[in-house]
């Protein structure tokens, strides 16, 4: 009788269907960032007159081209607002599994609200705009909505760092809760300086890519 092989085989656990599920909604969050900056910013390359160092981001939904950037406001709300259902259940049960979603979802909303009330010409865009800005009705909506937002957005990147610490990343929760400095002072700064602004605004919009990137990837 030839004599019997044992050998002991490793096999890799699944994630459950569900995790799975979840972890493609976070996606969302994932994409909203760099989606919605590479746009702006291909658009603001190629449109005449705009200027990153006098203009905002949010300019560019202004003019004939407009409507390309209302669209990209409309999509990265979207997406965020996705991301957020997919970090409730990625995170539900967990530190962080219940305003971390909801403030994410916030931050999406804001974006819609946005993309409805356009931010004021001025700075010399559209091309022929004046260079002083006058405030409107839906300017300043659309100002507020933005500090909503990431008011919104800074508050959960201080809760998810509970999230990130329970599951060992002590560095990234540490980040999470300093990045939000960074992102308040560009906004605080942005009087003086638009390209301030612009720099704390994109943070806010990658760190969350980073965030919801290494949540989506991290064990339950």
Do not use: K
Not at 138 to 158: N, P, R
């Amino acid at each position: 009788m030839p004599p019997t092989l044992s050998a002991s085989v490793h096999v890799a656990p699944v994630a459950p269907a569900s995790t799975v599920a979840a972890r493609r909604w976070l996606l969302g969050a994932v994409a909203a960032g760099p989606v919605f900056l590479a746009v702006g910013v291909a658009q603001g390359l190629a449109r005449d007159g705009f200027d990153f160092s006098r203009n905002a981001l949010s300019q560019l939904a202004l003019g004939e081209a407009g409507w390309v950037q209302t669209v990209n406001f409309l999509l990265a709300g979207a997406l965020l607002v996705i991301g957020a259902v997919g970090l409730r259940r990625v995170l539900g049960g967990h530190p962080g599994g219940t305003w971390g979603p909801v403030l994410v979802g916030v931050f999406g909303a804001s974006f819609g609200a946005a993309s409805a009330f356009p931010a004021d010409a001025g700075a010399g865009f559209p091309a022929g705009a004046p260079d002083a800005t006058v405030m409107s009705g839906h300017g300043a909506v659309h100002m507020v909505a933005g500090m909503v937002g990431y008011l919104a957005l800074c508050a959960a990147f201080v809760v998810l760092a509970g999230s990130l610490a329970a599951r060992g990343h002590r560095g990234w929760a540490v980040a999470s809760r300093v990045v939000p400095v960074f992102v308040l002072a560009g906004f605080a700064a942005s009087a003086a300086s638009v390209l301030a602004f612009t720099a704390g605004a994109g943070l806010g919009l990658l760190w969350l890519t980073a965030v919801t990137t290494r949540l989506a990837s991290a064990p339950r």
